[in-house]
């Protein structure tokens, strides 16, 4: 047997990343093809503890246990046929056995959590049926009374190729979310001293005990500054922000979120409209979570007079290479944006060049139920409530007003209604109300300037319409009022298209106390056999005879009294009537 033996194509853990794995007398190394001098990992003999050999998604995965640490190397992607070799290999030059472990092919979604050294195992019959690392886990949260939701950290994604050609890497799909239903109650230790042990839920235990170990709360190594009492807006809570060089942790009662770097997308410093906070509006992606509710966008809130003394557990070095300085006395805004500015790499957005009427930045508005504040910047608009809301000027396909002139000009307010070219949660277009018109013109001027493609919707056109088709019912009325005239007091029969036109008239007199089912014939027979108190035939015989020697007088007088109403309400509420008819 040759002294090395090499295999390509492995993976690096459960990366993405692929390399070829050298094993030596003197130890292993894997070395990546894609970046020969950065992705290097070695391992001396001396180090190994044991090595064991488990069939996986990706072919068969050797795992190496270290003996100063839990820490373990994964490879995976060999083939069987490499098994022999690697046993052989390291027998003879380690002395090591090549462990087997059978890994349960039950498919079942119930059994036993346990944490075996760095990983958090998932059991079936006593047998693996997946394991993930704890220092994958990013945030463990209680979905509800029974469930513990774990959310993992996002893998690096791989430079894109250069000179603009497209990556031959397929895009894979990683795991970001594992749930766990644990109900039933678990015994708290430490409470016994009191005489009676305090009763936890076992989701409760289950998300206590990930915390420690994947060492959510202490946030692992030398953090460079903490944020005390932050009031954070969204999610709603104070929380203690540490900041560290990788990541930022949000640590509050309830919740607590380790938060990449890597993950922040934009940073907001905008001033309210009450001229008395400020707010620091960090965009997220992947968005955290409360149970089923994401948030994209972190808003923090401070008073403009709030100092704060903030002093940076940092080197000169890393500080000259971060652009900081080693203490800070300013305002609690300043202190904390420039902070994340240096350490996530992004630029702060602050406002735009707009000023309203009341010669501020922001205008106050709503979106659907949310009342909360509109900013319009260089490059889009953002705006701030439970939920905030980013819209790009350039994914803008079209941005119309609508009751600013014609006969609302009593209105006090107007409605901005924006067409997106692109929006990926497939709902309607965005319709801002309750604008104050003062600001119509200004905000006008400022989209036209960044070339937003900008409409009016007035209601002059829309009053127009209606009342086109309101003075057409009305002549049709006059139309059938002489055509009685003309056949002797006698009502046409009107036909089938006309009689569905007469009903919705029937329905707009129904509040003043008609039954809204019945047509003019019926008032008619009833008003008949109310005069004589007789029966209905008899009634009804007169009627008819006194139609025919009247030449139908008393009917045109009864029909004018019937009709003059109806013309008046239909002048006085045309677009009601008119929609009542397309009903």
Known sequence: MSSTTQIDEVFLGSTSKLGKLRIAPTGLGWKSIEDDKESLVTLTAAEISWISWTRVARDFQISIGRKTSDERLVFEGINREDHDRIAKYIKQHWDINLEHKETSLKGWNWGQVDVQGPNLAFLVSDKPSFTIPLSSIANS???????????????????????????????????????????????????????????????????????????????????????????????????????FLTHFRLRGKTYDYKIMHSSVTRLFLLPKADEIHVQLVVGLDPAIRQGQTRYPYLVMQFTKDE??????????????????????????????????????????????????????NVVKCNLKANQGELYFLEKSM?????????????NIQTLSFSRVGGNMASSKTFDMSISLKNRTDGGSDYSFTSLSKDDA???????????????????????????????????????????????GGRKKQPKDGQAKRKKPVALAKAPVGGDDDEDESEDE???????????????????????????????????????????????????????????
């Open 141 to 243: 949260n209680i979905a509800g009374k029974t469930e513990v939701s774990l959310e993992i950290t996002p893998p690096v994604q791989p430079p894109q190729a250069s000179g603009g050609g497209k990556s031959r890497v397929r895009p894979i799909d990683e795991l970001v979310e594992l749930r766990f239903h644990i109900p039933g109650q678990a015994e708290e230790s430490g409470s016994e001293s009191e005489g009676e042990n305090e009763e936890i839920s076992k989701a409760q235990a289950f998300h206590d005990m990930i915390k420690e170990r994947a060492e959510i709360t202490e946030g692992g190594g030398e953090g460079v500054v903490v944020f005390n009492e932050v009031l954070v807006l969204t999610p709603r809570g104070r929380y203690d922000i540490d900041m």
């Open 307 to 360: 100092e704060m003394d903030a002093e940076l557990n940092l080197t000169e070095e890393e500080l000259k290479e971060n652009n900081l300085m080693r203490k800070y006395e300013a305002p609690a805004f300043s202190v904390v944006s420039q902070v994340f500015k240096a350490l996530t790499g992004k630029k702060i957005i602050p406002p735009s060049s707009f000023v309203s009427t009341s010669g501020q």
């Open 382 to 394: 953002i705006f701030i409530a439970k939920q905030p809301l980013l819209v790009e000027f350039a």
């Open 441 to 487: 013109e200004p905000i006008k001027a400022f989209l036209m300037e960044r070339k937003v493609k900008v409409k009016d919707k007035t209601e002059d056109d829309v009053l127009t319409v209606q009342l086109s088709d309101e003075d057409e019912d009305m002549e049709s009325d006059e139309d059938s009022e002489d055509s009685e005239e003309e056949n």
């Open 525 to 583: 027979d009833f008003q008949a056999s109310s005069s004589d108190g007789g029966s209905a035939t008899s009634s009804s015989d007169e009627s008819d005879s006194d139609a025919e020697a009247g030449g139908g007088k008393e009917e045109a007088e009864s029909d004018v009294e019937m009709d003059e109403p109806k013309k008046k309400k239909s002048g006085d509420d045309g677009p009601v009537k008119k929609k009542a008819k397309k009903d």
